[in-house]
């Protein structure tokens, strides 16, 4: 590629970065202005975060245009990736939404789940607006490879992380009792939570959601450190043999290990305290607070521990995939 080629390149990446911060820029000073909250926490409104939102749209603008007329200048691509940062904690609990809304059930707010879908484009445009003059290599597609032994220990670590999770909830699916709680107790707490039509159907098979999904994360896990996940195998019929598209497991892979790895960790913190005595946890739909607690552990230990597992398989997923450098005709 050519330097006017990537001169082109790196305008074009920027002007959408730039139209997209404008728009949400306005996003965010509309619902500052109208006091229409974008997190909720407890089942009521954090406000003034429109102010924040809108602060990042006008830099995300600035900075991006000041890319379209400079280029992307090292002190540009600083400020582009520290946005990218801001864009990307807007953005997170994305994931949650999206699986609210596969089983046909509402969002806490529209408006919120709007400001992280803008966010995670955001996230993708300066990114892409930061790296867009980079020099692409001569390269050539590797080969399928296996993971370190460090990104399967985590691939294992992650799987055994979601055994408790899983079993907690398929005994509650099949009827069973835990945490002082009934398989139908929880079926009706489900029902009264506004739960889906999909979503108390399974439960009434015995095939809870989230196990479900659970099943397809250790899927993933996997994936990513496996020659399958790089190539289609035989299993998958009219695919078999194919290359496996790089970001058809990194997506899923970034946006998961960014929402659940936080999300468990923090939500471990919480517990740590609340088991100390710091703070006292609520016990919501459970008997007492000691079975809400339990539930807490078995739940944030499978998030924190299987986030963290998918960071590190997507990282060697990243860089077993990468295209490797052609070397050039005559040289040792």
Request: charge should be positive; include cysteine; proline fraction near 5%.
């Amino acid at each position: 590629m050519t330097s006017d080629e990537r001169t082109t390149r790196t305008c074009r990446v920027a002007r959408a970065a730039t139209v997209w911060a404008v728009l949400y820029a306005v996003f965010g000073l509309a619902c500052a202005l109208s006091g229409v909250s974008l997190l909720y926490h407890g089942g009521s409104g954090v406000p003034g975060l429109g102010w924040a939102v809108a602060a990042v749209g006008v830099a995300s603008a600035s900075v991006s245009a000041m890319v379209v007329l400079y280029g992307p200048r090292p002190a540009l691509r600083v400020l582009l990736w520290v946005l990218c940062v801001l864009a990307g904690i807007s953005a997170f609990s994305l994931l949650m939404d999206v699986i609210t809304l596969m089983f046909g059930q509402g969002v806490d707010s529209a408006v919120s789940a709007v400001n992280k879908a803008l966010a995670t484009i955001g996230v993708v445009l300066l990114a892409a607006t930061a790296r867009s003059d980079r020099q692409p290599a001569d390269t050539a597609v590797q080969g399928a490879s296996t993971g370190s032994w460090i990104a399967q220990g985590a691939a294992w670590a992650g799987t055994l992380a979601f055994v408790p999770y899983a079993a907690m909830k398929l005994l509650w699916a099949f009827g069973g009792t835990f945490a002082g709680t009934t398989g139908e107790e929880m079926l009706a707490i489900s029902r009264r939570n506004g739960a889906s039509g999909i979503f108390l159907t399974l439960e009434s098979w015995g095939l809870d959601p989230t196990a479900l999904l659970a099943a397809l994360g250790v899927f993933l896990l996997w994936g990513l450190v496996r020659p399958w996940g790089q190539v289609f195998p035989r299993w998958t019929l009219f695919l078999r043999g194919r290359r496996v598209p790089r970001l058809l497991p990194l997506a899923p892979a970034l946006l998961g290990a960014a929402t659940l790895a936080p999300y468990g960790v923090l939500g471990i913190g919480y517990l740590v305290l609340a088991a100390c005595g710091v703070t006292t946890i609520r016990r919501g739909d459970f008997p007492s607070s000691g079975d809400a607690l339990l539930v807490g552990w078995i739940g944030m230990t499978a998030f924190a521990v299987y986030g963290v597992a998918l960071a590190i398989t997507a990282h060697s997923y990243w860089l077993r995939t990468r295209p490797a450098r052609r070397m050039p005709a005559g040289t040792a």
